[in-house]
């Protein structure tokens, strides 16, 4: 399969983020594009991670359409042939495309991420150890690094375009949304992350924390969009090497992270653009991170040829 660092198509750009191209696909419709970026720290490697945009892809399809019983979302296909069919000139671009593009509704995105929490750890934990609290409510005093939280929390995020998305009250987003829309984006978020706890957990994997992204389409339906229950959007843990008050490794970039943390404590990159060079380890072991977080999930290896 392709190895993509960016894709190159003949349609108008919506938006080029750290991962993805958007596309204006006509129609009320977007085209999106994983490509096989990676970052962290907000930085872009300059090295691409093998498979990771078509696993992206393909597990939030797999969500898309095991979680539609709960909200309407925007997918319409991730079928390689089925955009083709629906864009037919772009089957000059077939290999762009296969196994990490979306053909999706257009929405109005909400500008803000519906984050649920199950376990304390990232910036929750980070936020508890300063005040307490999460997401301004308070938490029992005594708690350790990814212990497990009394009960599901849900705390809103802002988006931030650069930078890191900043945890809000509850109270905020109502403000900012309404009370009614407020209360379905909390209790769509809530249920969505019990119906992914059921799943993940007979996969042997704890699913401690995800962030959901809604919008709101023409005929003014609330629509999950963007990407769900991947490892870019959420904690997946091994359960059975859980152990609470320290930090748990996890089904994602964590092999890019810890090399690089050992960069930032050597004092051999300062957190900055320009990105350090990746040792071919590093990326191996992040792909396959994500190629078994794949076949956990699925039950089925990720088509990769």
């Known amino acids: 399969m392709t190895l993509l660092t960016e894709s190159t198509l003949p349609l108008p750009v919506v938006r080029r983020g750290k991962v993805r191209e958007v596309y204006d696909a006509g129609h009320d419709r977007l085209l999106l594009v994983a490509s096989d970026r990676v970052s962290a720290f907000d930085v872009v490697m300059s090295e691409p991670v093998q498979h990771k945009g078509t696993a992206l892809t393909q597990l939030s399809a797999f969500w898309f359409n095991r979680l539609a019983h709960i909200v309407p979302n925007h997918l319409i296909t991730a079928s390689v042939d089925g955009i083709l069919d ?55 005093p005594g708690l350790v690094q990814s212990d497990a939280l009394p009960h599901l929390l849900f705390s809103p995020a802002t988006k931030a375009e650069t930078g890191h998305d900043e945890n809000v009250t509850y109270a905020t987003l109502e403000a900012a949304l309404g009370g009614e829309l407020a209360g379905r984006l909390r209790d769509i978020s809530l249920a969505l992350f019990e119906a992914g706890q059921a799943h993940a957990k007979p996969c042997g994997i704890i699913l401690a924390d995800t962030k959901f992204e809604f919008g709101i389409d023409r005929a003014g339906a609330l629509v999950l969009i963007d990407e769900v229950f991947t490892p870019d959007s959420s904690r997946f843990w091994p359960a059975d090497e859980y152990v609470p008050g320290r930090t748990q490794p996890s089904f994602d970039k964590q092999p890019l992270r810890d090399y690089l943390d050992g960069l930032r404590a050597k004092g051999e990159w300062d957190g900055n653009p320009p990105p350090p060079a990746l040792p071919a380890t590093v990326i191996s072991a992040t792909t396959a991170r994500y190629l078994e977080a794949f076949r956990l999930l699925t039950g089925m290896d990720l088509a990769t040829s």
């Open 86 to 140: 629906a864009l037919p000139d772009l089957r000059p671009y077939r290999a762009q495309l296969t196994g990490r593009a979306m053909l999706v509704r257009r929405t109005e995105p909400i500008a803000f991420e519906c984050v649920v929490r199950a376990y304390l750890a990232g910036s929750a934990w980070a936020e508890y150890r300063k005040s307490g609290t999460l997401a301004g409510e308070p938490l029992p």
